[in-house]
């Protein structure tokens, strides 16, 4: 949409000097509310002149000058006694020594929460150069604020900053200026704000380009001063002809701001006097036809210029924009550009997102344009009075300007947008996998958290990484991308491969073994097409592929290893037979060399039975289940022998390493007699024991007043086990301690 306006004067000058002077300028502005709210206002100014006295504006004047201005265009607006009182508190609370629950007991909940919210705003800063990144830094203001009173104060503040800008270091011009132009202006335009937001697209130009400002200002006036008599004459024709067709048509006339034809000017490499259409004209018809009748009536007086026609009305912009957009040759050469459109249309082009339901409100009124933006504002707040539609229409705006999003920082300032519940390691993975995968720790806004740790709106977030360190699979339960998520599932699969195919290789050198083979055919070009021949005989894509298949048990280690003792001897290599007898002999010696080593480290394709739960020092067998790895039972464990009587080919050696990396969890069963405290005297004979409690269940033992309190305890071996069992019978109303397996 064109930015437009009736007029380029400076009526802002005027009001901040006025509002500079002293309270009294703003009480003359306060009309509107009661005696007893302006006694408030009172208050919060004397509250506020005396956190601030003894500061200076840039220009030298009192500080206090600054809010009493910034509360004076709010009472312009006609904001309500609480968004007054916190525009003129809204700088105490970061250097006056003032506090969020000072503010609370002096002057309530809601004017504490609207200053807060204003300070945190007033920390963001916005200083990167990227355009995407000032539409996510928008949105971010917007989620942040939770009252639409703190984005309005805040534009009054941001406003009366660009009024006084010239009271301020010449080094800080370029940044402010750039932030307001980036961010402020556009979201008093999506306010509705249109007077506000051209005022601070000018302030904003005039700082940043002082000189193109003042040649362009004078250049504007100069062509103003020629063509006024034009348009007049222009506008009184094209009404003259609208009311002849008997059509019912509202004319505006629109002048471009400076910084918009400066834009223009820039974009399309023109001279000023290229930029021909200054002037333009809205014309605002009852209907959808009336709209067409009149273009056709324009393009009869006036001759339209070519390829400037736009129906947008047939085809909508995506922001839900509507009007016909033609150029035509006016007298004396002049073009100028027509926007032809109905009231509702209009309506959504001024005020946006709040167009909709200020239609329902107009149709009854029919005020003038000038005053929708005050008004407008006005029943915004209104309705944040009634709490319940209050919250509804500014979570339903919010929504539309702010999706379901929060923006959070790298620390280098860029703004990244995540899905609402993102925590660090999402934000981690979106900065790049590598980030994801290797972080070890986050910090927020400097503090460390841990990496689980749910991100909000203007977060700082830095991410620790580790080149060793890898995915941890319990992210996978907070993570909310779908990026980390799919990152994390990816490499856990990788690593169950890799540990697959290690335990695979294990397993075919210890079925090799058994054959009678010290050692497996290695990399020589002539073991080549043994193991070839290998992949080709299993059905595999590769070797990788056919050991990772012997690891999961989808495949039989022996199989491969017979046919593996077949292809040798067919090349002349024969097997070993001291080794052969050797192998047979100690085939249940548990150290034997072939052995699966169990160590406790983490490993996806070793588990330990749940139903006898093995600990070190238990005699183990390893059973190889099809498509789930070695499962790993005490040898005796009766689920474990029917297995081996049905299934003997898949069961393998293992053995437990010298010294485990970890404790290992065992089941016990306690009976005891029941009475009080007796669950504490047990739980307290576990602990002196220095065993740990990972479950408990409690049953009706067999005999009166018995109960059974089953246990799953961590121990480091077998012989740990067995102290805590001997501590616990001599527990004071322990009738028995055993260890728990499954029943013969
Ligand atoms: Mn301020």
């Not at 007029?7 to 009309?31: G, H």
């Not at 399309?268 to 709209?291: E, H, W």
């Not at 005020?351 to 915004?380: I, P, R």
């Not at 069992?725 to 028995?736: D, G, I, K, Q």
Request: charged residues 25%.
């Amino acid at each position: 949409m064109t930015p437009a306006v009736s007029t380029v004067a400076e009526p802002y000058m005027a009001a901040a000097n006025a509002a500079a002077a002293s309270f009294a300028a703003l009480e003359a502005r306060l009309d509107y509310l009661g005696a007893a709210d302006i006694e408030l206002v009172r208050k919060a100014y004397r509250f506020a002149d005396a956190a601030h006295l003894g500061q200076m504006r840039g220009n030298g004047e009192p500080y206090i000058t600054h809010p009493i201005a910034v509360a004076a265009q709010c009472a312009e607006w006609k904001l309500d006694v609480q968004a007054l009182m916190a525009a003129l508190l809204h700088d105490t609370l970061e250097d006056c020594g003032v506090t969020k629950s000072g503010l609370l007991e002096q002057f309530g909940l809601q004017v504490a929460e609207l200053v807060d919210g204003l300070t945190k705003l007033d920390k963001l800063q916005f200083d990167t150069r990227e355009e995407n990144q000032a539409e996510s830094f928008r949105k971010m203001l917007l989620a942040m604020a939770r009252d639409v009173r703190v984005i309005l104060i805040k534009l009054a503040d941001r406003t009366h900053n660009m009024r006084t800008m010239g009271d301020m270091p010449r080094g800080k011009w370029g940044r402010i200026s750039t932030e307001t132009l980036e961010i402020y202006a556009p979201i008093a335009h999506r306010l509705g704000l249109n007077q506000t937001y051209r005022e601070l697209q000018d302030l904003a130009f005039r700082h940043l380009k002082p000189w193109r400002y003042a040649v362009l200002t004078k250049a504007v006036s100069r062509a103003r001063q020629r063509r006024r008599d034009l348009i007049q004459k222009v506008q009184q024709q094209v009404q003259a002809a609208l009311d002849d067709a008997g059509l019912q048509a509202r004319i505006i006339g629109r002048e471009k701001t400076l910084y918009s034809i400066y834009r223009k000017m820039n974009d399309k490499r023109l001279s000023f006097a290229q930029v021909n259409d200054l002037y333009g004209m809205r014309v605002i018809l009852p209907d959808t036809i009336g709209c067409y009748t009149a273009l056709g009536l324009l393009h009869q007086l006036y001759k339209p210029v070519p390829g400037h026609f736009k129906d947008y009305i047939a085809i909508p912009k995506i922001n839900g924009y509507q009007s016909l957009h033609t150029t035509l040759a006016g007298p004396a050469g002049a073009n100028i550009e027509f926007q032809i459109r109905t009231e509702s249309m209009d309506l959504v082009a001024e005020a946006g997102v709040a167009a909709h339901w200020l239609y329902k409100v107009n149709k009854t009124g029919g005020q003038a344009d000038a005053e929708l933006g005050t008004q407008w504002l006005q029943s915004l707040l209104d309705i944040q009075h009634e709490t319940r539609d209050a919250a509804e229409f500014w979570e339903h705006i919010r929504v539309d300007l702010a999706p379901d999003a929060v923006y959070v920082f790298t620390p280098k300032g860029q703004i990244m947008a995540l899905p609402r519940g993102a925590t660090t390691v999402d934000f981690a993975y979106a900065i790049h996998s590598n980030v994801g995968d290797h972080a070890i720790a986050a910090k927020v806004n400097g503090e460390q958290v841990p990496l689980r740790t749910e991100l909000h709106n203007g977060d700082v977030v830095e991410i620790v990484t580790a080149a060793v360190s890898s995915p941890n699979p319990a992210w996978l339960g907070f993570v909310r991308t779908g990026r980390a998520r799919s990152r994390i599932r990816h490499h856990l699969k990788n690593l169950a491969q890799d540990e697959s195919r290690e335990l695979g290789e294990k397993l075919l050198a210890q079925a090799l073994r058994a054959e009678g083979l010290g050692q497996p055919p290695g990399k020589e070009p002539s073991d080549h097409s043994i193991w070839d021949k290998l992949v080709r005989f299993t059905g595999s894509r590769s070797r990788d592929d056919m050991l990772s298949h012997i690891g999961l048990g989808k495949r039989s280690a022996s199989m491969v290893a017979k046919r593996m003792v077949t292809l040798l001897a067919a090349e002349g290599i024969k097997p070993d037979a001291l080794l052969l007898t050797r192998e047979r002999y100690t085939a249940h010696e548990n150290l034997s060399q072939g052995a699966v080593i169990l160590d406790g480290a983490d490993n996806v394709s070793v588990k330990f039975a749940t139903c006898c739960r093995p600990i070190p020092g238990d005699d183990v067998v390893g059973y190889l289940g099809r498509g789930e790895g070695l499962v790993v039972h005490v040898e005796d464990c009766s689920v474990a022998r029917r297995l081996q009587h049905k299934d003997a080919e898949r069961f393998v050696t293992v053995a437990w390493a010298d010294e485990p990396v970890r404790a290992f969890e065992a089941g016990i069963v306690v009976t005891v007699t029941n009475g009080k405290g007796v669950l504490a005297r047990v739980a307290s004979a576990i602990a002196g024991a220095e065993a740990d409690i990972v479950y408990l269940n409690m049953t009706e033992g067999g005999a009166q007043d018995a109960l059974d309190l089953r246990f799953i305890l961590t121990v480091r071996d077998r012989a740990h086990l067995d102290a805590v069992l001997r501590a616990l019978r001599r527990t004071h109303s322990v009738l028995r301690a055993v260890r728990a397996l499954p029943a013969a």
